[in-house]
């Protein structure tokens, strides 16, 4: 069956370094999103791709997130410089073309920022 | 704005049924999505509704109800490994179709 497969699964890191997460969406899904969960929250888009394209960003702190899915297919979400209130699990989810109500999520990030 | 509410916590037994409710204000409502999270797990999905009434799934079933902005999760013949967290998603126009999450209903189910 197939699967997003999200690197690393778990990250710790200094406050002020640079870190990056990488998203490989199920094959054929034109849509893919990047979640911050934070314990005992739901998940909050901080930004949605169709295709290469971003068309919801309106949750990323775009001081210090940056995000790319530069072919259309697999995304890096990068932090630089991390802060403590970075610490949370990092989700990515695909879903196909006008069907963001049927996400298949990747098994997250779990980040730490010491 | 856009808002969900459901309940933080519920506990039921084995065998028993359950209702998680979820009421919602969003902008341009489209439907309401159900996703279930496993301690540590990632979120997967269970039913979406985008007409007025109930969807059945095995075990599980959904309802909504639009013009009254609720909606509902059932659980039936409950089992200990629907012990999760519960949560229902929102699914608007606004400007690009994004998916607004409840802050989740945590689920527990004792013997």
């Known amino acids: 069956e197939a699967e997003v497969a999200q690197s690393p699964r778990y990250k710790i890191t200094e406050k002020s370094q640079a870190v990056a997460f990488w998203c490989d969406p199920i094959?054929?899904?034109?849509?893919l999103y990047w979640y911050r969960q934070i314990l005992g929250q739901g998940p909050e888009l901080l930004v949605q791709f169709q295709d290469e394209s971003v068309v919801d960003d309106s949750q990323l702190p775009k001081d210090r997130f940056s995000a790319e899915r530069l072919k259309g297919v697999d995304s890096t979400l990068k932090i630089q410089p991390a802060e403590l209130g970075d610490s949370a699990m990092y989700l990515c989810?695909?879903?196909?073309?006008?069907?963001?109500?049927?996400?298949?999520f990747g098994p997250g990030t779990r980040l730490t920022v010491t | 704005g856009q808002s969900l509410e459901q309940p933080s916590e519920v506990t039921a037994v084995e065998g028993a049924i359950v209702q998680i409710n979820c009421t919602y204000q969003?902008?341009?409502?489209?439907?309401l999505s159900w996703y279930q999270q496993h301690d540590g797990g990632a979120p997967t999905f269970l039913s979406y509704?985008?007409?007025?009434g109930l969807e059945e799934t095995g075990r599980f079933s959904s309802f909504l109800s639009r013009s009254d902005s609720y909606g509902y999760l059932l659980l039936q013949e409950l089992q200990m490994k629907d012990s999760a967290s519960y949560f229902c998603a929102a699914w608007g126009s606004s400007n690009t179709g994004k998916l607004i999450f409840g802050q989740g209903t945590t689920l527990q189910v004792k013997p």
């Open positions: 969003t902008s341009g409502f489209y439907g």
């Open positions: 094959s054929g899904h034109a849509t």
């Open positions: 509704n985008a007409l007025d």
């Open positions: 989810a695909s879903s196909l073309a006008g069907q963001s109500y049927e996400q298949y």
